[in-house]
């Protein structure tokens, strides 16, 4: 795999420093995010899984622990909303320009409004997709909310 995506080149822009690491991706894993922890040998409290979603109708992202799953309602709350839900695999696709598995905040066609799940700011380091199926980057927790202007917010189940 490339070592340059829209994830790498976005971070790279930014002066962000990130180890890059790519591993075996199962497409047939049950919980892709999980998968990749195991695969990197990391703590799936500190890999990092990006959901697409829409909140009252308009697109966002969340960014969670792999083992969490998200609350829709703290998380529709979180961003000012009333309701919240997954959008289709299509959609999330063609939003970010990236295939479903390998969905990375960074680097994606338009910046969206981005909240992380407030136990990254537990991790010194954290691993999110690096913008590919198999690709992970490790690095600073506070550096990735930065970069992304995001909010960080309690909306895990």
Do not use: C, W
């Amino acid at each position: 795999m490339s070592k340059t995506t829209p994830a790498t080149a976005f971070l790279d822009h930014n002066h962000i420093e990130y180890e890059f690491i790519t591993y075996h991706y199962d497409p047939h894993a049950d919980r892709v995010g999980l998968q990749a922890a195991e695969a990197v040998g990391a703590d799936p409290e500190t890999v990092f899984k990006t959901l697409m979603v829409s909140v009252d109708g308009k697109p966002h992202v969340a960014v969670l622990p792999s083992d969490q799953e998200a609350n829709m309602k703290k998380l529709a709350a979180a961003f000012g909303g009333k309701h919240a839900e997954m959008l289709s695999v299509e959609e999330a696709e063609k939003l970010t320009g990236y295939k479903v598995g390998g969905i990375s905040p960074f680097g994606q066609r338009r910046h969206l409004p981005t909240i992380f799940e407030k136990t990254a700011e537990l991790f010194d380091k954290i691993y999110i997709n690096g913008g590919g199926r198999g690709f992970q980057v490790k690095m600073h927790s506070k550096d990735a909310i930065a970069v992304l202007s995001a909010k960080v917010a309690d909306f895990k189940r």
